[in-house]
């Protein structure tokens, strides 16, 4: 089945240490898409890749970055997390017919001791 | 400004008891698009519908259905005969024309109890 898959699921880091967190897609769209959601809140957009061509959202922290090596893969680092990044983070695709109808992944939920 | 407001944060209701969602939005464009997402415990967001702003036609799917009425800017969610399975936090959302974010509200946890 073509899907959206999020590795690991869960992930623990301490503070200050550089994390990666990956998402792969088996859809084929143009559109990737990372979003945080911090406990009893709605998800908020990061950044988004049209193919290759990334969009950073301006109130996202620059300790946030990511990488879209191909149209598969998407790489979400946190260089130096802190304890108000724990949070689950959430991948999505859409495709560049129909951009607004977001598929989500399983989302990987860190911890930051 | 918030774009889309979900006021009930919590509802709580018996299996087979019907639960409506409520969803305000707020756009100044003419083309939009409104969604809703069922997110479980388990973590993922599982979207379940997408309207257009041109089609105001109510929809049914199974137990879910949806009422979109423009003239109060809602586009309502009930859940008919609710089940344990429908325990999660359900999400409204908002995408304006040529805009690939989506404007979430801030949920409503619906708990369905045995």
């Known amino acids: 089945d073509a899907m959206v898959i999020q590795n690991p699921r869960y992930q623990v880091t301490q503070f200050g240490k550089p994390v990666t967190l990956s998402c792969s897609q088996t859809?084929?769209?143009?559109?990737m898409y990372w979003y945080q959601q911090k406990s009893s809140q709605a998800p908020k957009l990061l950044f988004h890749y049209y193919d290759k061509d990334f969009n950073n959202e301006a109130d996202t922290p620059d300790n946030f970055q990511s990488r879209r090596p191909n149209t598969s893969f998407c790489f979400l680092d946190i260089r130096s997390p802190g304890l108000g990044d724990a949070a689950m983070y959430l991948c999505?695709?859409?495709?560049?017919?129909?951009?607004?109808?977001?598929?989500f992944g399983p989302g990987t939920r860190l911890t930051v001791l | 400004a918030q774009k889309v407001t979900q006021a009930q944060t919590e509802i709580s209701v018996v299996e087979k008891e019907d639960v409506t969602l409520d969803c305000v939005y707020e756009?100044?464009?003419?083309?939009?698009?409104l969604f809703w997402y069922k997110q479980p415990p388990s973590g993922e967001l599982v979207f379940l519908i997408r309207?257009?702003?041109?089609?105001?036609q109510n929809e049914i799917s199974g137990r879910y259905s949806w009422n979109f009425q423009k003239s109060t800017s809602s586009f309502n969610f009930t859940i008919t005969a609710s089940q344990v399975v429908d325990s999660a936090v359900y999400f409204c959302a908002l995408s304006e024309a040529d805009d690939y974010k989506l404007s979430f509200g801030a949920g409503t946890t619906v708990t369905v109890r045995a």
């Open positions: 309207r257009n702003s041109f089609d105001e």
């Open positions: 859809l084929n769209h143009n559109v």
């Open positions: 756009t100044r464009d003419t083309t939009y698009y």
């Open positions: 999505a695709t859409s495709p560049q017919s129909s951009y607004n109808e977001q598929f």
